[in-house]
Nanobody, 116 residues
Framework: QVQLAESGGGLVQPGGSLRLSCAAS????????VCWYRQFPGKERELVAC????????NYADSVKGRFTISRDNVKKTMYLQMNSLKADDTAVYFC?????????WGQGIQVTVSS
């Protein structure tokens, strides 16, 4: 079955960096675009970034443009979110997502806390 597993979250000071990873299994990873979402307490999940299958083209939420970079390694079946210049407002639970034949699959989520 489809599985997505995030890692790399934690506590970081404002201005710092973190790299999230999402290990995928149970589907042909290279055949589907994948995305990162985040969820603030009491809010709906919001899209952070998505990356296409093979050419690496990506799109980002305005709030993270220029600070976050999404990437993928189709051999390792893993995608990444490099987060730089982190702000307190980036504190959220981050989820990886795959849309496979019109069905959304989600990881369990991982906490990112930006605080001094």
């Amino acid at each position: 079955q489809v599985q997505l597993a995030e890692s790399g979250g934690g506590l970081v000071q404002p201005g710092g960096s973190l790299r999230l990873s999402c290990a995928a299994s149970g589907f042909i990873f290279s055949a589907f675009p994948v995305c990162w979402y985040r969820q603030f307490p009491g809010k709906e999940r919001e899209l952070v970034a998505c990356i296409s299958t093979t050419d690496g083209s990506a799109n980002y939420a305005d709030s993270v443009k220029g600070r976050f970079t999404i990437s993928r390694d189709n051999v390792k079946k893993t995608m990444y979110l490099q987060m730089n210049s982190l702000k307190a407002d980036d504190t959220a639970v981050y989820f990886c997502n795959a849309l496979i034949f019109q069905r959304n699959y989600w990881g369990q989520g991982i906490q990112v806390t930006v605080s001094s």
